[in-house]
């Protein structure tokens, strides 16, 4: 089964993967401008954006889907860059296959598991009876009595699409409700690697915690560097993208 995938620009092959409910469409702007430079492919993982639903939500399996696109579209020693749970599966997949990659780039994510922050998000989405909307704007409405953060609103319903006139989810909701334990695992890392990886945290996020989880990311990563995007949270290159930019292209241009 095949991954949506949007291309950008030429050079050096670049894959980007985006976070848990999000999609490539996230990451078209900063894709746009790594582009200049790269031949950037930006991922749709599976149960997420317009690749297709399966049941298995494991790191595993999406991990293999990635390998399969590298091979499919056979793209020679590209970096992945993934954020959130798309940094777990490129984690996994330069575990799995070293010799397919050429660099890491991890955003704000670390190789251990993490609590639900996302159950009631996707109750909230399970519960929706889409046939009872007609606007987008009574969507946000009903959601805001579950997410009152009206930024992480609009990335929810991002996942939003219109068939035949009526709205449905793009993202598989009801298997990532059912399976969101699978999710919020540490990819599975065994050994060390020396692919050359960047982690990269957003000053304000919580997801890597400095200098307890460099020492679980020193155990497997024989060459890595740690570097901190200021006036940044978990979003980091929605949130800081001049920076993010600056750090990823002057990691890239080194290795």
């Not at 409910?21 to 317009?50: E, F, K, P, T």
């Not at 996994?92 to 955003?107: M, P």
């Not at 990563?221 to 993208?241: C, L, M, R, S, T």
Request: glycine share 6%; net charge negative.
């Amino acid at each position: 089964m095949r991954l949506h995938h949007q291309e950008f620009g030429q050079g050096e092959p670049l894959i980007i993967l985006h976070g848990f409910l999000g999609s490539g469409d996230n990451w078209r702007s900063i894709a746009r401008h790594l582009g200049q430079h790269y031949h950037c492919y930006v991922v749709d993982l599976r149960n997420h954006g317009m690749s297709f639903h399966d049941a298995d939500c494991s790191y595993s399996a999406m991990a293999g889907d990635v390998s399969a696109f590298i091979n499919e579209h056979r793209i020679y020693a590209p970096t992945l860059m993934g954020h959130s749970m798309g940094g777990k599966v490129a984690m996994q997949v330069a575990f799995e296959n070293e010799e397919q990659i050429k660099s890491l780039v991890v955003v704000d994510i670390a190789p251990k598991p993490y609590e639900n922050r996302h159950g009631g998000i996707l109750e909230a989405m399970y519960r929706l009876s889409l046939s009872d909307f007609s606007a987008l704007t009574d969507l946000d409405a009903a959601l805001s009595q579950d997410i009152p953060v009206k930024e992480l609103r609009a990335f929810i319903l991002k996942n939003m699409a219109r068939d035949a006139g009526m709205f449905k989810w793009k993202i598989n909701v009801p298997i990532l409700r059912d399976n969101i334990a699978r999710i919020t695992e540490a990819p599975i890392l065994e050994g060390r690697i020396d692919v050359p990886s960047l982690f990269i945290k957003g000053a304000y996020s919580d997801y890597i915690d400095v200098p307890e989880d460099e020492s679980l990311i020193a155990s497997f990563f024989e060459n890595y560097y740690i570097d901190i995007v200021p006036k940044a949270g978990h979003w980091v290159h929605a949130q800081n993208p001049e920076v993010f930019l600056n750090m990823v292209q002057a990691f890239l241009t080194d290795v």
